[in-house]
C-alpha cells in the first residue's frame, strides 16, 4: 500500500525473504510514520512497544546485517553478529529517529519471544527469549547485579530474560531459566 517516504532510513537491500516494516498510526488511524528494516537473508520483528509518546522498541531475529547505532556511553552495544541467528533491539524516538540498535546473544541461535517485550513505568525494557546452544554452551551474555540469577548455559534449548535502563540503555541484568529441556 502507498505510503508517504519513511521517517527514517534504514538499509532496504537483499533478498525478498522476511523483513520487518513498521508504522504508526495515532487514536484516529492516521498515519504519522513508518519505517523499515531489510538485510540480506531474513529478519523477523517479534515485537514492538511504546513507553507512553516517548519512545518505541522493536525486537525481533536478524541475519547479519543490522546496522548498528551507539546508544551512548553506557547503552549495552554489540555491533557483532555472533550466531547462526541473534537477537536484535532498536529504539526510536517519537518523531521515528533510530537512537540504539543492538546484536543481543551469544553463538548459537537466539531468538526474542514472540510478544517478548515489556516497558515498565520505570522506562526500563525487559525482553524474554531462548538461545539455543545445540551440543555445547554459548557465549550468551548473562549478567548478574542484582537478584535471582541463574548463569548455567545448558546443552540445547535455554530461556532468558534480561533488563536494560530505560534511561541510558545499559544491561542491568541477563538470566537464564528453564532447563534443556524447557
Known amino acids: 500500500f502507498p505510503l508517504p517516504p519513511p521517517a527514517t532510513s534504514l538499509p532496504l537491500s537483499g533478498s525478498i525473504q522476511n523483513h520487518i516494516f513498521v508504522a504508526m498510526f495515532d487514536v484516529n488511524d492516521r498515519y504519522i510514520w513508518r519505517t523499515h528494516y531489510c538485510g540480506s537473508i531474513s529478519e523477523g520483528g517479534e515485537d514492538v512497544r511504546a513507553s507512553g509518546s516517548s ?6 531475529t536478524s541475519s547479519p546485517d543490522l546496522v548498528p547505532v551507539d546508544g551512548g556511553i553506557n547503552a549495552y552495544d ?5 550466531g547462526v541467528s541473534d537477537i536484535f533491539l532498536m529504539k526510536f524516538d517519537a518523531q521515528a ?3 540504539w540498535a543492538s ?6 541461535s537466539d531468538e526474542c519471544g514472540l510478544n517478548g517485550l515489556a516497558i515498565a513505568p520505570s522506562r526500563d525494557i525487559y525482553i524474554v527469549g531462548q ?14 547485579s542484582t537478584g535471582y540469577f ?8 535455554n530461556g ?3 533488563r536494560f535502563s530505560g534511561s541510558d540503555l545499559s544491561l542491568k541484568w541477563c538470566s537464564n ?3 534443556s529441556t524447557y
Do not use: M
Not at 519512545?55 to 525481533?60: I, P, R
Not at 554489540?78 to 555472533?82: A, I, L, R, Y
Not at 546484536?103 to 548459537?108: A, E, H, I, P, T
Open 55 to 60: 519512545f518505541y522498541v522493536l525486537a525481533g
Open 78 to 82: 554489540d555491533p557483532t553478529f555472533n
Open 97 to 99: 529517529e533510530l537512537k
Open 103 to 108: 546484536y543481543f546473544g551469544g553463538s548459537g
Open 131 to 144: 538461545h539455543y546452544a545445540g551440543s555445547s554452551p554459548t557465549n550468551f551474555p548473562v549478567y548478574q
Open 150 to 157: 541463574d548463569g548455567a548455559t545448558e546443552a540445547g534449548r
Open 160 to 162: 532468558f530474560i534480561a
Open 177 to 179: 531459566f528453564g532447563s
